[in-house]
């Protein structure tokens, strides 16, 4: 984990790669199963989510030396409760459908436990510029594991990728396409086996790359 | 009251500041918000009644329901907005209807919650079948190939619910609203 | 009000869109606390309890001086809606501590059951999204229905939460792939169970 050592590029990658919220963390599950039934949600869920935890840890690393220790996690839970509104009245005036598809899960954004773990354990005690490098690592690291996740989905699910069909017509025609990805088992059925993946991988990597 | 100060002054600092910013947010952006809402709608309207130029809000029997007359006063078609229970929740749509009530011009599915792939295919090309539809009669929901002659629809495969709930708001809406439209033209 | 309104939306939160399985809420803690029937059944009981005193309570704020005040200062009842969010996750973080220090003092009894997972309910998306529903929903605007969904959808996830740990309690005598061990087979087995609550669609309409 690269929390105070290495480069601010470093911390940027560990949020992408070795230290994923969503796949190697387990962080910010409820939004992860729920709006990757398509690619677009996805995409647009980890847009809002990478705004919020920018602004979150942005703000914590400013005030890091006013901050008492005692009303940290009420100044936190403030900061992201109304970068979320403003996220939710951003997307509601120029996203409006997408914003309707995900319905409460853009205000459960305040609630999702990757930003308030990164305020706490990056953005409390590091300088702005490690805490920004931070929290762009993380939020990108977030949207890439939901739009891995919305692909599966939605290719098995729709035959389809943004909305594009990609898959032979006769698949969804004759009914071939499996409803169960977009329906709420599929996200559980996927993530189950991505994170197996992932898993497999890593403890590859650590043996020395070999299976 | 000094250490109470001195512990949560930025909290309420950052209370004042942040409710301004929220404040702030709002009225910049609640016009658009709101016309999104309305332009729903409006889209909606467009299209279950072709071809007029203004319209009205008139309010029958608890609905809302549009009058759409053409430039020179007269009523090309009638749109009600109507809600009522879907699968997993409400379903709210626009159904058109002639100038005497007695036809069904257009259906549209606004707001819907009904399950992706399956149930939510009410919003696309299937309720199109609802167009040219008798309005003086309840519409039968089947199972497979429909005969428009006998006010039939065909159901979604998978979502033969969904289809329902959207009949019956239908029929309601033709049961209770049709035949008071001719009076009001 | 009736009886029959009040058993559909019950019916319709606690098992046919059940909070965990078909709405994605409280997803952390179902996989975090979920490996003994004891300490699931224990956070179950604590989440309703909590969800059901937020709901109730985020309820009378929004119909009470949110409406109120937005209303006699703005001329609008809605004009105050950018502050639900950042009130409603106050409310629940205070609605946590309060019942934390209520149980601590009358019930030790009870606070030492499950006084453990009271700070973790503060970041349960189940209770937030439960209070956002109850704020959406048509059917939720009277106060006993805002109750009744609080309530089911609490007993909803209390019943996922103990299926999923009884079922990992076997799990554990099981040979799973190395890979998937802990969160993988969690989830695959969640998905499982996900299915099986999907035949439940239709009841209480």
Not at chain 1, 23 to 33: D, E
């Amino acid at each position: 984990m690269a929390d105070g050592n290495g480069s601010n590029f470093d911390q940027f990658a560990a949020g992408v790669f070795s230290n994923n919220p969503v796949l190697v963390q387990l962080l910010g599950m409820c939004p992860t199963l729920a709006v990757t039934n398509s690619v677009e949600n996805a995409l647009v869920m980890g847009a809002a989510v990478t705004f919020v935890v920018v602004m979150s840890n942005l703000i914590t690393s400013l005030l890091r030396n006013l901050i008492q220790p005692h009303v940290r996690i009420l100044i936190f839970t403030l900061t992201i409760a109304t970068f979320v509104t403003i996220a939710d009245m951003a997307l509601r005036a120029y996203m409006f459908d997408v914003s309707k598809k995900l319905g409460a899960f853009v205000p459960l954004i305040i609630v999702n436990c990757i930003i308030i773990c990164r305020a706490e354990v990056v953005a409390i005690k590091c300088s702005v510029s490690r805490s920004l490098a931070d929290a762009f690592g993380m939020g990108l690291g977030f949207t890439m594991a939901l739009t891995i996740l919305g692909i599966v989905r939605e290719i098995l699910g729709a035959g389809t990728l943004l909305k594009q069909p990609v898959l032979p017509a006769a698949f969804v025609e004759n009914g071939h396409n499996w409803v169960i990805m977009i329906l709420p088992p599929g996200a559980f059925l996927t993530l189950g086996v991505v994170v197996g993946v992932v898993n497999h991988l890593r403890s590859r990597k650590a043996t020395g790359g070999v299976a | 009251m000094r250490k109470f100060v001195a512990e949560s002054w930025l909290v309420l600092v950052l209370g004042v500041v942040f409710a301004c910013l929220l404040a702030g947010t709002q009225t910049q952006l609640s016009a658009k918000i709101q016309a999104n809402q309305a332009k729903a709608l409006e889209n909606a309207i467009a299209e279950v009644v072709p071809g007029f130029d203004e319209k009205e809000q008139l309010e029958i029997d608890g609905n809302r329901v549009f009058k759409c007359v053409d430039g020179s006063g007269q009523v090309v078609g009638w749109a009600v907005d109507a809600t009522g229970s879907g699968f997993i929740d409400k379903i709210r749509l626009v159904v058109g209807l002639s100038p005497d009530g007695a036809t069904i011009t257009g259906l549209k599915v606004i707001e819907d919650l009904e399950t992706p792939g399956l149930g939510n295919k009410i919003e696309g090309e299937w309720a199109d079948q609802y167009e040219t539809l008798d309005a003086t009669r309840p519409i039968v929901r089947v199972k497979g190939e429909r005969h428009a002659a006998d006010n039939e629809i065909s159901a979604i495969t998978g979502a033969t619910y969904s289809s329902d709930y959207v009949t019956d708001i239908v029929n309601d809406v033709t049961r209770r609203i049709g035949p008071k439209l001719a009076e009001q033209q | 009000m009736n009886l029959g309104e009040l058993a559909a939306i019950f019916i319709g939160v606690a098992l046919v869109n059940n909070l965990v399985l078909s709405g994605f809420l409280g997803i952390c803690p179902f996989l975090g606390v979920s490996r003994k029937v004891d300490m699931a059944f224990g956070m179950g009981c604590a989440v309703t309890f909590v969800i059901t005193v937020s709901g109730v309570v985020t309820w009378a704020i929004v119909h009470g001086p949110l409406n109120w005040v937005g209303n006699a200062v703005f001329g609008d009842p809605n004009s105050l809606a950018f502050l639900k969010y950042v009130t409603f996750i106050m409310v629940i973080a205070s609605m946590v501590q309060l019942v934390e220090m209520y149980l601590k003092k009358f019930f030790p009894s009870l606070y030492t059951a499950f006084g453990v997972f009271l700070p973790l309910i503060t970041t349960n998306c189940a209770i937030l999204g439960a209070c956002l529903y109850i704020d959406m929903k048509e059917e939720t605007q009277h106060l006993l229905n805002a109750a009744v969904y609080a309530f089911g959808g609490g007993l909803g996830f209390t019943m996922a939460i103990t299926i999923m740990a009884g079922i990992r309690e076997h799990i554990r005598f099981s040979d799973v792939p190395k890979p998937l061990r802990g969160a993988g087979i969690t989830l695959l087995v969640a998905g499982m169970l996900a299915m099986a609550f999907t035949g439940f669609t239709g009841i209480g309409k």
